[in-house]
């Protein structure tokens, strides 16, 4: 299995609801990242767990809450939302402490209304 | 200071022609990799090539080739033969060894490649 797997791949969602982004991987990457991707602009980094630690957080407003479960799983939890957090929601995974194999998910379009 | 400078926002480029997207870089690591990957409308950011800062040769797959050029530090991308579902957005990326946390990759600000017919 060589396949970062993102559910759902869309989600319109309102200001006050809660909602979680769910990413998966079976290829023993121990290190899963979340990035975030507006429009014509390249992803930036939000999150990086290393060995189901949160070892980056940058400075991402809290209404964004991770969660690393365990080795395979990463999800992303959204709550009150706003308007401008719309964008696509990007999970990878890579091997730790080897600059190969980094993979991406195909992504969650997020759309706050 | 900009890590990965991708200088060609927009390219064009008649259909079973190449192409090369270019892609410098900027790092004082002496271990580092260098990745291509093609996003498409829909998203999905898909992993093209990859090279190693200590690979001999230049990465190559299927149509694709990097043509890595370290001291120049540059790292190219070559699409040879175009088709049109070569349209894409394609971004450089490198991911350095001295992080320490899991490695974030740097991307450049990307290339819009579109395939003529």
């Known amino acids: 299995d060589t396949e970062v797997t993102q559910t759902p791949k869309h989600l319109v969602m309102g200001m006050t609801n809660k909602k979680s982004l769910k990413c998966e991987q079976h290829?023993?990457?121990?290190?899963m990242y979340w990035y975030k991707q507006k429009a014509k602009k390249p992803p930036e980094l939000m999150f990086v767990y290393s060995y189901e630690k949160l070892s980056i957080n940058e400075s991402v407003p809290s209404r964004f809450s991770p969660e690393c479960p365990n080795s395979s799983l990463l999800n992303l939890h959204l709550h009150a939302l706003q308007p401008e957090d719309s964008a696509l929601y990007l999970c990878?995974?890579?091997?730790?402490?080897?600059?190969?194999?980094?993979?991406f998910g195909s992504g969650t379009r997020l759309t706050v209304v | 200071a900009q890590k990965i400078t991708q200088t060609q926002p927009g390219m064009f480029v008649q259909e079973k022609e190449a192409v090369t997207l270019d892609c410098t870089y900027d790092?004082?690591?002496?271990?580092?990799?260098l990745f291509w990957y093609k996003q498409p409308s829909s998203g999905e950011m898909i992993f093209l090539i990859y090279q190693g800062s200590y690979d001999q040769q230049n990465a190559t797959e299927g149509r694709y080739s990097l043509n890595f050029q370290k001291a120049r530090k540059s790292a190219n991308l070559v699409i040879s033969a175009s088709q049109l579902g070569d349209s894409a957005m394609y971004f450089c990326a490198m991911r350095e060894s001295q992080e320490t946390s899991g490695s974030r990759l740097t991307f450049g600000e990307g290339t819009q490649l579109t395939v003529n017919p």
């Open positions: 990878a995974s890579s091997f730790y402490g080897t600059v190969e194999g980094y993979t």
């Open positions: 790092t004082s690591d002496p271990s580092y990799g």
């Open positions: 290829m023993g990457h121990r290190a």
